[in-house]
């Protein structure tokens, strides 16, 4: 039982610091937690097994090695991936609107991945982790003033950007307007 205690202490100590230097490496939110979780796994592992002296440091170690397995691995991954959709339509759905929502998704990722870091990683924090203000505004050394105001120019440069992407679209075209 002590050692579940010490991992979940080393987890709770280098959590935050982990998720700031994996968000800038990695810009997908299912990858950042699916690599956080396999990097705490293998922590969990060894320190029930061998036990470590220095177990905070060992984590970024982790961390780097799973980070160069996932891009090293990545392009095989990509090349099997099929342009099947994850879920089946819903009756009256076309596969046509299909496609163009799922186009439109990657269209406001590129965006929000062309923002400043501390604007993406506020954004990405606040809307793919669900993080609330307070908490991202400790993590990234700001105010929780000074995130709000980076949530809203960026929701604000990303609708600018994007109706002015889609203004060439006939408005009758235009899904949900």
Known sequence: MEQHEAFNRVYDATRDALLRWLIPRIRSSADVEDLMQEIYRKLYRKM???GIREPEKYVFGIAKKELAKFYRHRAVVLSYETAIP????????????????????????????????????????????????????????????????R????????????????????AAERKGE
Not at 108 to 133: H, M, N, R
Not at 151 to 170: E, G, I, N
């Open 48 to 50: 029930t097994r061998f």
């Open 86 to 149: 994850d879920q089946l339509p819903d009756e009256g759905e076309e596969p046509e609107d299909i496609v163009l929502d799922r186009e439109r998704e990657r269209e406001l990722w590129a965006l929000i991945k062309a923002e400043p870091l501390l604007s993406y990683q506020a954004f990405t924090l606040y809307y793919g982790f669900s993080v609330p203000t307070d908490e991202i505004a400790k993590q990234l050394n700001l105010s929780e003033d000074a995130v709000r105001k």
């Open 151 to 170: 949530l809203s120019r960026t929701r604000a440069r990303l609708r600018k950007l994007l109706s002015a992407q889609h203004k060439d679209v006939p």
